[in-house]
């Protein structure tokens, strides 16, 4: 067997990365794509077959509508024209984890065609990557080959699991980018709720076709495609170890084969299929058992009216609208729960800016003490934004707010207005009490009173605090400063 090694230390700066990758997407549905066997993942090995799964002679395979709809959702979150015409072929190939002896699969007629994808790369420079098309197929089984010494064991729970598959245009120039893509993919299917993304699952794999050319050229190279890549880390791995080796051959006035490659993780090298693996003569033909699909122009407008907005909008509305950075924009827009609770929230609260303030902010860090998310969080969306609106109308300040009032908090059919009344925790509006509490203060500090007539402006900030505490917290700040520099004219 070939293993490839790098030798020498190349000069990779005369040269580009071109790469393209074909991502599979287990398909979160129910039921398998042409049987009603269960998809779940993680039962015991067979629990999930029926005659269509073990593909049993006369067994016949009924489409799964749900999976069209999937595939339909994120076809158009990546901006992919729908295929309103769809047909199924066999993919002929013999392995014991496929019992038919062919797997189900679009050839020519792909569900989703022409999109693209922007992603943001980490130095804030926008990407865009073309997506050449989507097509629907069905999983295989499972072989085990370490479970015993002398037989191999097969698991065809898999096998009809729905997955579709992602073919990207060649337009991925770097390491960087192509895990960008895949970072942007799983956040998508988890977001419309197309998949669970779990790379580690093996509901997210990856095959990537890597090629380099001379910077400048126009042509690209032969590619070479490393198939079956189960994390965003091996993926960038396999592309830096391929750019390095085909830098290497070309350097030493060697030419690239065009070839299948394996990746090995633990060495981090890659090393070319068995070429009898890589001779396919699948003879594809439309499969008879299954008639053509038709998405009619209702329910293709249906799908696109249900369309949820994705994160990328969601995150730049955020940074328009309420001038928040990228990063508390991203943490809002990538987790579905709290983006749930600042609708919500939003529906009431008057002031929106706060409340993503508040919730990247105070309230963030508030969970995170308590070491739980949104999803256990003692206020409601309602509550909090009853919360923020006393802050902001200068009724509650925050500190108050966050140390005492949220706290008490006990359940979500609890008046938050009323629970502050009756704690006592309504800023004092009596304007004699503050001028009292300011007098008391000043008389105590005549050394600092005396300091700040000399010109110390800063003990200002020690007189405001030592009022608040007076006020035991429930004072406007604000008002408590003019008061004093009222008296200390
Ligand atoms: P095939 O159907 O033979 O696998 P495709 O044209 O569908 O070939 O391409 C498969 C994948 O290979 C796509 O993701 C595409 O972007 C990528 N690809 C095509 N040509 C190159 C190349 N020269 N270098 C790197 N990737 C390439
Ligand atoms: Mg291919």
């Known amino acids: 067997m070939v293993i490839f090694a790098l030798e020498m230390n190349t000069d990779q700066t005369q040269f580009e990365l071109v790469s393209g990758l074909e991502i599979h ?14 998809a779940s993942f993680g039962a015991e090995a067979n629990a999930h077959i029926s005659p269509v799964t073990i593909g049993m002679p006369g067994a016949l395979p009924k489409l799964n509508k749900e999976v ?38 679009q ?23 073309g997506i050449n098309r989507i097509h629907l197929e069905e999983d295989a089984g499972k072989s085990m080959h370490d479970q015993d010494d002398a037989y191999s064991f097969i698991d065809l729970n898999r096998a009809g699991v729905p997955l579709i598959e992602i073919v ?22 988890r977001h419309l709720n197309v998949s669970d993304g779990n790379m580690e699952e093996g509901s997210l794999r990856c095959d990537a076709n890597i090629s380099i050319r001379e910077i400048g050229a126009t042509t690209f190279g ?116 709290l983006l749930a609770f600042y609708n919500k929230a939003a529906e009431t609260t008057k002031n929106k800016k706060s409340l993503v303030n508040w919730l990247t902010g105070p309230i963030r860090a508030l969970l995170a003490e308590q070491q739980c998310t949104i999803v256990g969080f003692n206020l409601g969306p309602a509550q909090l934004a009853q919360v923020i609106n006393l802050v902001d109308d200068k009724k509650v300040t925050q ?17 938050v207005e009323v629970v502050a009344t009756t704690m ?23 050394p600092q009173v005396q300091a700040y007539k000399k010109g110390k402006k800063g003990v200002l900030g020690l007189f405001v605090g030592e009022v608040m505490k007076l006020a035991k917290g429930k004072a406007d700040p604000q008002k408590v400063n003019s008061i004093i520099l009222e008296k200390l004219k």
């Open 107 to 129: 050839d020519n007629k792909p569900v989703c065609v022409d999109g693209y994808i922007d992603l943001t790369l980490s130095d804030g420079t926008e990407k865009r990557v």
């Open 68 to 105: 069209i709809e999937k595939a339909m959702r994120i076809g158009l979150a990546i901006n992919c024209s729908i295929n309103q015409l769809n047909y199924f072929d066999r993919k002929n190939y013999f392995y014991a984890d496929l019992p038919k002896g062919y797997q189900i699969t």
């Open 25 to 38: 997407v287990q398909l979160n549905t129910e039921s398998k794509i042409f049987s009603s066997d269960s």
């Open 222 to 337: 032969t590619r070479c495609e490393v198939k079956n890549l189960n994390s965003i880390r091996n993926v960038r791995r396999a592309i830096d170890f391929e750019f390095a080796r085909q830098i290497e051959v070309v350097s030493a006035g060697g030419e690239i084969i065009q070839s299948t490659l394996n990746f090995d993780a633990d060495a981090g090298t890659t090393s070319p299929m068995r070429s009898k693996e890589e001779a396919n003569d699948y003879r594809y033909f439309p499969d008879p058992d299954l008639p053509p699909v038709v998405i009619s122009d209702d329910w293709l407008a249906d799908v696109k009216a249900r369309m949820p907005q994705l994160p990328r909008q969601i995150m730049q509305t955020l940074m328009s609208d309420y001038n928040i950075n990228r990063a508390d924009a991203t943490l809002l827009a990538e987790d579905a729960n």
């Open 168 to 189: 990207t245009e060649p337009d991925i120039r770097s390491a960087e980018e192509a895990s960008a893509l895949l970072t942007e993919i799983r956040k998508l299917v």
């Open 424 to 446: 006592n925790l309504l800023i004092t509006e009596d304007s004699n009490e503050l001028e009292d509490f300011v007098d008391q203060v000043l008389a105590k500090l005549q």
């Open 399 to 415: 500190q108050i707010a966050l140390q005492q009032l949220i706290p008490s908090i006990k359940d979500q059919q609890q008046d």
